[in-house]
């Protein structure tokens, strides 16, 4: 079964700063998804970003942007100008097919 | 569109009860999966389901817990003779189960337990 790290249970940062939350994972699989949910005090699941493996160039959404680097198994997400809005647990996801496993988890928290 | 639903968003059951909860998936997904989040953690995958088969349950405890996803209606999750140990919050999520054709898993709102 494919594994997720999420090395870091807790962040902060400066409102306005940038923040970069990582994850590794293990796998044999040369074609999957990684994602990164983002889950604030309301507990709602939110997708944030999807990379797809086969593709090179690191995605993109507004504030939100990945380094995905496949051959050693990193997928990191990094946040530009923090918002206060921010403020959540972040999780990494891995998907192959149907099956998704997530890492534990980063409590990131955003400073006024 | 309607997202993917749960119901209840809250139980409250005594030891030894039985849980169900409920899960509608997005219109036109065929796919569900349920997590578990245990305070202060991440989610852990239970089982992934599609319609009236169980595809993989590595997650799901062998015994007291059991899923379903009937031809007609909500995947249930169905927890026996419930302990303190259970009190989580559940979520369940649904994709189209197309592979790589752009596929991505939605979630619900949770429903939380709280075994007393």
């Known amino acids: 079964a494919q594994t997720v790290t999420q090395s870091q249970p807790e962040m902060s940062v400066q409102e306005a700063e940038t923040v970069t939350l990582s994850c590794t994972y293990d796998?044999?699989?040369?074609?999957?998804?990684l994602f990164w949910y983002k889950q604030p005090p309301s507990r709602q699941m939110i997708l944030v970003i999807r990379?797809?493996?086969?593709?090179?160039q690191n995605a993109t959404e507004n504030r939100f942007s990945v380094n995905f680097q496949k051959a050693a198994k990193s997928f990191s997400l990094k946040i530009s100008d923090s918002q206060l809005g921010d403020t959540a647990m972040y999780f990494c996801?891995?998907?192959?097919?149907?099956?998704?496993?997530f890492g534990a988890g980063t409590r990131l928290t955003v400073k006024p | 569109n309607a997202g993917v639903m749960q119901n209840p968003r809250h139980l409250v059951r005594r030891r030894g009860q039985e849980a169900r909860l409920r899960c509608s998936p997005m219109?036109?997904?065929?796919?569900v999966y349920w997590y578990r989040q245990l305070p202060e953690e991440g989610l852990k995958f239970m089982v992934y389901?599609?319609?009236?088969?169980?595809?993989?349950e590595s997650g799901m405890p062998k015994e007291r817990f059991s899923a379903e996803f009937p031809k007609e209606g909500p995947s249930i999750l169905r927890i026996q003779q419930v302990v303190r140990g259970d009190s989580a919050a559940y979520f369940c999520?649904?994709?189209?189960?197309?592979?790589?054709?752009?596929?991505?898993?939605?979630f619900g709102e949770g429903s939380w337990l709280t075994v007393v």
């Open positions: 796998t044999s699989e040369n074609n999957y998804y």
């Open positions: 996801a891995f998907m192959k097919l149907e099956d998704m496993r």
């Open positions: 999520a649904s994709s189209t189960g197309q592979g790589f054709s752009g596929n991505t898993i939605y």
């Open positions: 219109k036109g997904h065929s796919h």
């Open positions: 990379q797809e493996a086969y593709k090179q």
């Open positions: 389901l599609q319609k009236e088969n169980i595809i993989d």
